[in-house]
């Protein structure tokens, strides 16, 4: 088990492949930046300004036209209403072409209007639809540019939640409150303009109801955004809880752990059951709110209407278009409420994006790169010092000279720092003092991909994808053709158990590669490895789960593939490197001794008394 593991075990107080995501979020933790955060998001929507803009066009005409609807549908009510009368007087009757003319121009209107909104939803669609691809992909892009310190610290299923949950939130809010805002807002103003036209008094009677509005909207927002800002964090927090206890089950099986996973889960789930549905209230009672102040600025509009019309001063039509008006004045200013609300749930997630968007890169590579060509296969560790937090080193003045073709083993205790001096050689991590060369180059002068595509890797640790074993040995080199693959699969005595399997070398691995042993992945990542014909070797523990006889004859292969090869041989299991060209003896991060197997055991030093424990503990080869 690893260090973060063993730490995450403490904490959790259960077994687990990972660690709880940064999404953990301390109670009462208040809203970050909400203003900033929507100006990071204006900033990130300059490309597709025309598009909006056009939309925005749209919207404006689409609600200019909807606005003269009552106005004009007054006008038939008034013919009606004149009709009516002259009927009842016996000077005349109703008009009904006219009435006609009218209802037929106003549904001119209102089809023009739907169709400008239908093209403004369809643009705004596809901007919202763009815009999250757009994001998704400048997330897997970041992915790949952050350093091995950042995964780290956070787990994969809140690195997951941004890309789906958040992502999904914003391009919702766009394609569906962004509308909502425009349209809203050029109602009211249109809204406002015809009121003015038919009464003044009433308008400014219906004016009241917006200083409430205001009251009512700012009151929940500022209650509703931490909550938003909360449940945002807690989604996230619950993906990495259950991700990585849905990777690591078997663990909690063996352990008996299911009660403890269940608890924990339960724990997350509560914080962020507690934070969706105080946002969720904040965010429903926005609505009735709002509809009682519309309503109340509605019943002194009908009281006052009522007024006028019996002293002459409005028409009957007038007082009915009114009434409609004051229906798409204060709608619209209960839409844009909610909408303002729902913002707050978009901020939080822009923040989550913007905050993975902006984190520290790994350091970009050189612009004038040596070629990998010019690599001859030696390798200098110069004074090398390293800590995974600069304030603990735990690689201390660490030098060694490799020769080409050489094989290196490098053997100690756990926590020694043996797997971290690969690392180093990588570039998974760069050194905090001191150079590692190849060939007599910095590693830092060689780009990253063609650095670790000079390595061929075996760890301890497998790692297969889910697609056929065939697929899965050809991703050590892409162009390799299926008889190599077999070749490459032969070697490394993977054959006669690939053939054993249902369909053979087209054997579908699940996602979790549980459908073989763990001895037959670490076989499957060792022809993979044979296959990419690496210029110098990566091995750590890579026989660790297979049997002493298959082990033999891996080791017979393995030497074939190093022959003129530098190797680094990472092993708990002494008598695997009796014939290594050079062991690194490391204790606490420093080399402690080198030399050959004959040597060090004639110093009688501490490789000695590591050689001497395992067979004394009964671990031979």
Known sequence: MSEKQRNRQQRSGHPGPGRGGPGAMMPGEKAKDFKGTMRNLMDYLKGYMPA??????????????SV???????????????????????????DLNAIARILIFLGIIYLASALLQYGNSFILNTVANRIGYKMRTEISQK????????????????????ITNDVDTLTQSLNQSLPQVITSATSVLGALVMMLTINVWMTLITLLIIPLSVIVVTQVVKRSQPFYQKQQKYLGEANGQVEEMYGGHLVVKAFNREEETGKAFND????????????????????????????????LVCVMGGFFTLSGSISVGDIQAFIQYVRNFTQPITQIANASNVMQQTAA???????????????PDTEQPVSADEVDGSVFFAHVNFGYLPEKTIINDFSAMVEPGQQVAIVGPTGAGKTTMVKLLMRFYDVNDGAILLGGYD??????????????????????????????????????????????????????????????????????????????????????????EPKMMILDEATSSVDTRTEIAIQKA???????????VIAHRLSTIRDADMILVMRDGDVVETGTHTELLEKGGFYAQLYNSQFESGITA
Not at 75 to 91: P, R, S
Not at 143 to 162: A, C, E, K, T
Not at 353 to 360: D, I, K, Q, S, T
């Open 52 to 65: 909006i803009i056009t939309c925005l066009i749209l919207a404006v005409a689409s609600v200019v036209l």
């Open 68 to 94: 003269a609807g009552p106005k004009i549908l007054g006008g038939a009510t008034d013919k009606l209403f004149e009709g009516v009368m002259a009927m009842i007087a016996g000077t005349g009757s109703i």
């Open 143 to 162: 992915i790949n540019r952050l350093p091995l310190s950042y995964f780290d610290r956070v787990s994969h299923g809140d690195v997951l939640s941004r």
């Open 268 to 299: 997350v789930n509560e914080r962020l059951y507690k934070s969706a549905w105080k946002s969720q209230f904040f965010g429903g009672i926005m609505m009735p709110l709002m509809n009682f102040v519309g309503n109340f600025g509605y019943v």
């Open 349 to 363: 997630a822009a923040e989550r994006v913007f905050e993975f968007l902006n984190e520290a890169e790994e350091a």
């Open 443 to 532: 590693v830092k002068q060689f780009r990253r991909g063609e650095l670790r595509g000079m390595f061929g890797m075996v760890l301890q640790d497998t790692w297969l994808y889910n697609d056929t074993i065939m697929e899965n040995i050809r991703y050590g080199r892409l162009d390799a053709t299926d008889e190599e693959v077999i070749e490459a699969a032969k070697a490394a005595q993977a054959d006669r158990f690939i053939r054993t399997l249902p369909d053979g070398y087209n054997m579908l691995l699940n996602e979790e590669a549980s459908n073989i042993s763990a001895g037959q992945k670490q076989l499957l990542t060792i022809a993979r490895t044979i296959l990419s």
């Open 558 to 568: 393995m030497r074939r593939l190093m022959k003129n090869r530098t190797s680094f």
